[in-house]
């Protein structure tokens, strides 16, 4: 199902966090939203996930308004991780990646065998399963990343949204996680701060500058010396991934150089 954000707009406190924002995101694409602190990018994805409504524009699924849809007809269809969704309470791993499927039941209703095996199944994707009967509070940050990723991902949504989800996450994960993303046939709309990982994990890239949008397309038409100068105030190589071809940007710690 394909994502698009349509002139999307949020004022609060007479304060403009973005401004004008049209982005699409087509079926099973991995778009990567990325810029420098309070850029927008946050933001909004919140409206994405509709923990904050827009002051104007329209985040369509498919051709559907998605403030239009019934909340847990929304839950089904888009999944979150985000920066603050923590856990207050001292689950247990299984426990807490079983909540990814309360939009699917009603009241009390006890999993089914096909989602106790679903939840199994995204514990070992997500290599958490030796964690199942831990308290999620006595988590390292990186586990606990992995957990809730895990929650997201047992709602079996069609778009999955995440913000910053390879904070706290060593280098191995990171890479799987990303990895993971690529494959999974859904359509993944993520914000990231390491450039060189969103140019590796994202078909597409999306640019926010002071809540705008300043550029739009693939990570190498997008990553180049003179944006990264613009934006994000850095000098920086750009290179060719020996691999893979992968834009990666070399920065230089000598701003005179």
Known sequence: MDLRLDALSVVT??????????LGVAHGQVVG????????????????????????????VGERDLTRLPLRDSARTVA????????????????????GR??????????????????????????????????????????RQRVLLARALVQEPEILVLDEPTNHLDVRH???????LRGSGLTVLVVLHDLNLAAAACDRLGV????????SGTP??????????????????????????DPQLLYSLDPTR
């Open 33 to 60: 939203l990325v810029g420098p602190n309070g850029s927008g990018k946050s933001t909004a994805l919140r409206c994405v996930y509709r923990a904050l409504r827009p002051s104007s524009g329209t985040v369509r």
């Open 174 to 180: 990171q890479v799987e996680l990303l990895s993971m």
């Open 80 to 99: 979150a991780m985000t920066q603050d969704g923590g856990v207050d309470f001292d689950f247990t791993v299984e426990e807490v990646v079983a909540l």
């Open 220 to 245: 190498a038409e997008v990553l180049t010396t003179r944006l990264v100068a613009d934006v994000f105030g850095v000098r920086a190589s750009v290179v060719a991934h020996p691999l893979t071809g």
């Open 102 to 143: 309360a939009p699917h039941l009603r009241g009390n209703q006890a999993l089914s065998r096909r989602e106790r095996e679903l939840c199994a199944s995204v514990m070992d994707r997500l290599d958490i399963r030796h964690l199942a009967h831990r308290g999620v509070l006595t988590l390292s940050g990186g586990e």
């Open 208 to 215: 926010l500058s002071h809540g705008r949008l300043v550029a």
């Open 13 to 22: 406190d007479g304060r403009s966090l973005v401004r004008d924002l049209s």
